[in-house]
């Protein structure tokens, strides 16, 4: 069973920053597509950032490019989010989430097998 679990969220000021951190189980990791969804009261899950397991390319929201890089450690099984110039619209649970194989990088939170419970991130003004 593939588990995912987060951490590092917590409360900043606008400009700020933070590192997500996101360990994986499983023995499939480094064929696992990984990304990072946030969801903020009264709003539907949204992508923020994915990376593949062919070539380890990236995929932003248009929001956080610039601001927001995504990486994985194939040793370690984990998946990191690191966010700079934090702004109060970043405010959400943030979720790590995995799918295994897939040759894209999908945008869908439908598109992922596997999800963690969330790390809350909260941007003060």
């Known amino acids: 069973q593939v588990q995912l679990i987060e951490s590092g969220g917590g409360l900043v000021q606008a400009g700020g920053s933070l590192r997500l951190s996101c360990a994986v189980s499983g023995r499939s990791f480094s064929t696992y597509t990984l990304g990072w969804f946030r969801q903020a009261p009264g709003k539907e899950r949204e992508f923020v950032a994915g990376?593949?397991?062919?070539?380890?390319?990236?995929t932003y929201l248009d929001s956080v490019k610039g601001r927001f890089t995504i990486s994985r450690d194939n040793t370690e099984n984990t998946v990191d989010l690191q966010m700079h110039n934090l702004k109060p619209d970043d405010t959400a649970v943030y979720h790590c989430?995995?799918?295994?194989?897939?040759?894209?990088?999908?945008?869908?939170?439908?598109?992922?097998?596997?999800w963690g419970q969330g790390t809350q991130v909260t941007v003060s003004s």
């Open positions: 990376i593949s397991w062919i070539d380890a390319s990236t």
């Open positions: 989430t995995a799918r295994e194989g897939w040759r894209g990088i999908p945008i869908s939170p439908t598109e992922y097998e596997y």
